[in-house]
């Protein structure tokens, strides 16, 4: 289980709490979200938790620092998420050798597809990063061979043609099981992680039988945005994410 | 180095599926001959090439003679890509059309070609440019259009235009974007560019006809910056016609309140190619500002961020007050009433003429008409007790 959260949502001091408590409660991977004003591949919860973040004050540096901080009391595998002009405006050189000193493992960049790697892929592995790129339903099975070659860590697959948290979890099911098939067959070295309208436990153990993983995103964001900043709001959420793994216990 | 497929894998195939058809039609007589016959029987190309007398013997330098863009159907240059966009979409055989606007004039242009060849559509404009440009929202209804409203962000066209990837990234399959300047991934900035190179073509002829010789000076305003692109265009070799382009300065391109993207911004990657960008140091996108709804952008075509490194283009910004000025001085002049984007070109000839000579010639792409603004321009003039 993949979780999904926006650096500096929903305050900058909270991040480094929920990253070791989703730990503790059963994620196996974090992918902190690296806000931009500009998300073009988000639906309107990513949309909104990336404004707070960016209000909030967040920075690169800061991000940097959070993973530092989670990393003196855990060995979860981090992967920073975001679009690339915050990357390119800090420096890709410096991005790479920063984040990899900090301790994240590798990177999602949904606007940086095969054709852009160049951009930051040499740098990104000499630093010693992964690289993970995406597939989705409209993609070749030529294009899902090359993404498998290129890819290191997983192969992100998107459920569905949208953005993110745009469907509910009954579509997904309906139309992802062939999809899968057909990446599975295609992509053969890496393992393969599926996200996009994953919201609870039905719709991830329907998955976890056929990929490799689930990344759950928008609807952890819901969740947070529902309970922030009631007492115990942690509480829930870290609840749900139990939920979201194990089901009723 | 500019330019680029900066777009999520989703709509890889849909631009390697564009590339290929636009490749083909290219070279396809039977889709240039449509393409040209609506340009001329619909749009009314060529447009006309007006000597601007007054305006001349205002400066009393150059002479001035202005590109009328401005009675294009619709009212800009905007439908000369709307049209071609709209035949390709028709060609691919999608029936869906989705478009981002500013001013409204694309949004219009793309309504008025849906219509035309009943296709359904629906524009994504900011709440802000709703309420700035109502006139043009009511237009694209009446030609039955949907429009929606953009509330996120800056609420203006950056906003629309996110806005409608989104609209495509989900409804990819049956949806043509039609996008309204030379921004946005690869092939779309190129082949905005040579649907507009119409602009320049004409222009050349009409001033070898008249002048029997090149201009000396072209002038057209930019925001994404289409109607620039395809005016230079086919001067572009010819090294002794010197091209500006003018960006809309806001309050001024030391203030935060700008949109001179090429004078003050940096290269960087929004709306899937890398060119020029107004960001902070973080790299998130800044919030542009100009008077005029359709320069309201903290980007640029890929290939003015080329033209401006390479100097063979010099880029300026002019305030919105510069611009207003110059509404009224063209209006009073030359019985024009110019849209204010198209004013941001005209304000320049202040600077510009006092160093030019009697026997040169300057040109000024006259983008579109000012009827879209009237409630902007009264007000402003309103304000200043000069209506
Ligand atoms: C009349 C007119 N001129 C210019 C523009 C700016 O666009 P571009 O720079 O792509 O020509 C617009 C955009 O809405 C417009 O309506």
């Known amino acids: ?249 | 180095m500019y330019g680029g497929k900066f777009v999520p894998e989703i709509l890889i195939p849909a631009l390697e599926e564009l590339e290929e058809a636009y490749h083909q039609v290219q070279s396809d007589p039977l889709f240039q001959k449509e393409y040209h016959d609506l340009l001329r029987e619909y749009v009314g190309r060529p447009t006309k090439l007006t000597l601007a007398n007054r305006l001349t013997d205002h400066y009393g330098r150059a002479k001035i003679y202005l590109k009328r863009e401005d009675l294009c159907h619709t009212g800009a240059h905007k439908i000369n890509n709307a049209i071609g966009q709209l035949l390709l979409a028709k060609r691919m055989g999608k029936s869906r059309i989705i478009a981002e606007t500013g001013a409204g004039q694309h949004g219009v242009a793309t309504a008025t070609a849906c219509a035309k060849f009943g296709f359904e559509c629906v524009i994504y404009m900011g709440a802000e440019d709703m309420e700035r440009q109502r006139l043009n929202v009511d237009r694209m209804r009446l030609l039955g259009a949907e429009v929606r409203s953009v509330e996120s962000g800056s609420k203006t066209l950056k906003d629309a235009t996110n806005e409608a990837i989104r609209d495509w990234v989900t409804n990819v399959e049956n949806t043509f974007y039609i996008i309204g300047s030379v921004v946005g991934p690869h092939p779309y900035p190129m082949m905005t560019r040579n649907f507009h190179r119409v602009i320049g073509e004409e222009t050349m002829e009409q001033l070898r006809y008249s002048e029997g010789e090149l201009p000396d000076y072209l002038i057209a305003c930019v925001g994404g910056g289409s109607n620039a692109i395809g005016f230079f265009y086919p001067f572009i070799e010819n090294e002794n016609v010197k091209m500006i382009g003018i960006e809309a300065a806001g309050l001024g391109a030391d203030t935060d309140q700008t949109a001179a993207t090429l004078s003050i911004g940096t290269p960087g990657i929004l709306h899937g190619s890398m060119s020029y960008l107004l960001h902070n140091e973080e790299g998130q996108i800044q919030l542009a500002h100009s008077i005029s709804a359709g320069l309201d952008y903290p980007g640029v075509g890929p290939e003015h961020s080329y033209l401006h490194d390479t100097k063979r283009v010099h880029y300026y910004g002019i305030t919105d007050r510069e611009a207003m000025d110059a509404v009224r001085l063209v209006s009073e002049k030359e019985g024009i009433i110019p849209a204010i984007e198209t004013a941001h070109a005209f304000a320049y000839l202040e600077k510009l003429m006092p160093l030019t000579q009697r026997d040169e010639i300057v040109v000024v792409n006259c983008s579109g008409r000012g009827d879209k603004d009237m409630e902007t321009i009264s007000r402003w003039f309103h304000e200043n007790q000069k209506l």
């Open chain 1, 1 to 249: 289980m993949s979780l999904f959260i926006t650096a500096g949502y929903p305050d900058l001091d909270s991040t480094v709490d929920l990253i070791l408590g989703f730990d503790k409660n059963g994620a196996d991977i974090i992918e902190l979200g690296m806000p931009f004003s500009d998300p073009l591949a988000d639906g309107p919860t990513i949309q909104y938790s990336s404004n707070v973040a960016i209000s909030n004050g967040i920075t690169m540096k800061r991000i940097f620092e959070i993973v530092r901080e989670v990393r003196k009391t855990s060995e979860i595998p981090i992967i920073l998420m975001g679009y690339i002009n915050p990357i390119y405006k800090y420096g890709v050189n410096s991005f790479c050798n920063d984040a990899i000193e900090s301790g994240v493992d590798g990177l999602i960049i949904p606007d940086t597809p095969p054709e852009e790697s160049s951009i930051i892929a040499v740098e990104a592995k000499k630093a010693g990063l992964e690289m993970i790129y995406l597939v989705a339903p409209n993609t070749s099975d030529r294009r899902m061979q090359l993404v498998d070659d290129l890819s290191s860590g997983f192969v992100y697959c998107v459920s569905v043609t949208g953005v993110t948290g745009a469907r509910s979890g009954d579509e997904v099911a309906h139309s992802v099981g062939k999809f899968i098939e057909r990446v599975k067959t295609n992509v053969t070295k890496n393992p393969i992680l599926v996200g996009f309208g994953i919201k609870n436990h039905e719709d991830a153990k329907r998955i976890a039988q056929k990929a490799d993983g689930y990344i759950v995103g928008s609807a952890l964001i819901e969740t947070i945005r529902n309970h922030y900043p009631n007492k115990d709001w942690k509480v829930h959420v870290f609840n749900f994410v139990k939920k979201l793994k194990f089901g009723n216990l």
